[in-house]
């Protein structure tokens, strides 16, 4: 078992990381941010913060590997 660092630094660091394998993704199948938050049901404030690494829902996440077709755990992993 891990104790929690002192500060949350580090979840800010792996929502940025979880943000950015979500651009990438969206970038390596030549999407626009519109045609992936309005196929996830999502507004587009929502899409723009989850892609920024900004702490949103699990079921953001899910919706958003759902229609980028890849497992969530590659996009958190």
């Known amino acids: 078992m891990h104790d929690l660092p002192a500060d949350d630094d580090w979840l800010i660091e792996r929502r940025r ?3 950015a394998k979500i651009l990438a ?3 390596h199948q ?7 938050w309005m ?10 913060r989850a892609e920024y ?7 953001t996440l899910l919706r958003i590997a759902w229609v980028l077709d ?8």
Request: charged letters at 25%; glycine letters at 8%.
């Open 17 to 19: 990381a979880i943000g």
């Open 25 to 27: 993704e969206r970038r």
């Open 30 to 36: 030549n999407l626009t941010q519109d045609a992936v």
């Open 39 to 48: 196929a996830a049901g999502l507004t587009r404030w929502t899409y723009q």
């Open 53 to 59: 690494g900004d702490e949103v829902k699990i079921s």
């Open 70 to 77: 890849v497992p969530l755990a590659e996009l958190v992993s």
